[in-house]
């Protein structure tokens, strides 16, 4: 979906100098979002006061874990209160500054949510000086996404040369990336994704060795064909039928790095039976499989240099390639995410909220 | 149950000098194991070959991974072929010796199975020498259970000083070692096991600060009454109910060492919903578990020494206790397995096969 998707606010697509827009939760989401979970307001923009800058957002990430702040289930994460602005990172610039350390003009990372304006006191932004070459990418493959890959991969999945790694939503914001630093490695990949198009992408595009359509009639089948050697390592950031046609192709010592679920955030309640957690145990009983579950900021708070240094040099070298889905305008947030869910998106999903511009 | 229960082989219970007894499997299980899936048959005691020995069974060991060696259903190890001698971890006397390593009189451990004699060019023997203090012991707290124990808990369930270790099936031969490991440990130590002699058991002799017993009217609620402060390690060796109670009260960044199910060895296809795998999935995510397989003689081959010499040290001085549940013949092993599945055993399971005599 781009901006001409039907549009549930009639408001300018546009910043103002002096109102600031922001998206709130409405109400907690049964199953699949809809756009009347989400309220758009305005108020006027704040004013900073001693040691506090004023940011105006130009890119905000849109990212499968907002579903989760979007209900009060039991998480690692504190749930975004209803009335509450949703919660986001954000590439921004500083259009106000009562902080040395962030002039005006210059790009930071932050997590100001859906709005087009925030206050910050310097606390967890990061700065990315007056001229980054690519803003945005810092939501994308030199950010959160882009490290969760690195450390989830290398961390937890311990690829080694020669060894099988199947990545589902192969060529999304994490998939693609995944996939990109397997083959890196000298691992043979193979990719999941929804749809001809993506899997001729992740083919011809993003080197993968062969990527299966999880639309087709066979998925199983089909993945046990490409995986003649059993699967070593499995990201799993989708769930659903792609864990179960993966789990019985793992191989003895297989490792599982958690990372996400995506196709049961949108889940009302427990899924009928049979029950096949007997299974999943069994299997990584008999197979002695490593599974691990993990949140990059929590679990890795300190590797995160070595990430840039390296995903910017395999960027600058052409090995990692890297595809944005850009969504025009705040007011198409909602509905951007609603599709991200679903797997509509084509790279990394983010939202253009303002202009460039180094003024307010 | 002893040897006084009932009895489908109506043969001598006493070793002999020329026959050599052997249960085979009759039939593959359905579900619970059955006398009639076992056959006793005999032979004449064969005579070791160059380079061979002639053993005789002291000690047969009884343990929860035979049930899987009677189905062909895909495993980590081969399945008993139809007719073949059951197989088993027994406790051995040379008899007979063409080997200058095995002389006449040692103790050995060995690979035997269920029967009175066995040969062996000593490929797989394990010496325990000429007058070993406990025997026995090679097969449980000193052998691959204790093994397991110890690798498991240390080395996958990384316990920390003060963390809460929950160990289920825990008077067990793998949980009550396990359990007397982490307190050494300095660990929080709760055990789940069945019926109230066996949680006395468990606290007042094994020094565990709890026990939980699983036939009691609200599992679920009594764990969490006994775990204040959540769950960090929890060693898997039952599955079923026991695990269902544990998962929603794991600690993040939890340890889940995964070396039995034998709750569920005797299961007949896939059991009724709902499915709780992405509930499984959903923790392993969000409380960023680490779950992990384990077949402790191919994960871990290397590092029995250091295993021996640390847990001979530990019985000498008291810190772990160890109890043995002895079944009288070799006749006794079919309904000793049985009972073993049932949770019938009160320690470590063996069967007496034959006298300690050193002649045959």
């Excluded at 103002?16 to 409405?26: C, F, K, Q």
């Excluded at 304006?117 to 959160?144: H, I, K, N």
């Excluded at 882009?146 to 989830?152: R, S």
């Amino acid at each position: 979906m781009r901006a001409s998707a039907r549009r549930p606010y009639p408001m300018s697509s546009s910043q103002s100098a002096t109102v600031n827009r922001r998206i709130v939760l409405a109400r907690r989401p049964t199953g699949e979002p809809t756009p009347e979970d989400f309220r758009l307001e305005t108020e006027a923009v704040p004013t900073p006061g001693p040691g506090q800058v004023l940011l105006r957002t130009v890119y905000l990430s849109l990212d499968p874990y907002m579903r989760g702040r979007m209900s009060d289930a039991k998480s690692y994460a504190t749930p975004v209160a209803l009335g509450g602005v949703m919660v986001g990172g954000t590439v921004s610039r500083v259009v106000a500054s009562h902080h040395p350390e962030y002039p005006v003009g210059d790009w930071v990372l932050s997590q100001a949510g859906w709005q087009d304006y925030s206050l910050s006191d310097g606390t967890g932004l990061l700065s990315l000086g007056a001229a980054p070459e690519r803003p945005s990418y810092a939501l994308g493959v030199l950010g959160m996404p882009g490290y969760t890959c690195y450390m989830g991969l290398l961390d937890i999945g311990q690829p080694q040369p020669g060894e099988t790694v199947v990545v589902a939503a192969a060529t999304g914001a994490v998939g693609s990336v995944v996939a990109q630093v397997a083959r890196l490695k000298g691992c043979r990949v193979v990719g999941i994704a929804g749809g001809a198009d993506k899997c001729r992408y992740a083919v011809e595009e993003l080197g993968m060795d062969a990527c299966v359509d999880h639309r087709g009639p066979d998925l199983a089948g089909a993945l046990a064909d490409v995986v003649p050697k059993g699967i070593d390592v499995y990201f799993e950031n989708v769930g659903g039928k792609v864990f179960e046609a993966v789990l019985p192709l793992l191989n003895p010592r297989a490792r599982v790095p958690v990372c996400g679920l995506i196709s049961g955030y949108n889940a009302t309640g427990t899924p009928d039976g049979p029950d096949r957690l007997p299974q999943l145990m069994r299997t990584v009983l008999t197979q002695r499989i490593r599974m691990q579950g993990f949140i990059i900021m929590l679990d890795y708070p300190d590797q995160y240099g070595a990430f840039r240094r390296d995903m910017a040099g395999w960027i600058e070298q052409g090995h990692v390639k890297y595809r944005e889905d850009v969504v025009e305008g705040l007011q198409a947030a909602p509905q951007g995410l609603i599709g991200l869910l679903r797997g509509e998106n084509a790279g990394k999903r983010i939202v253009r909220v303002g202009t460039d511009d180094g003024s307010a």
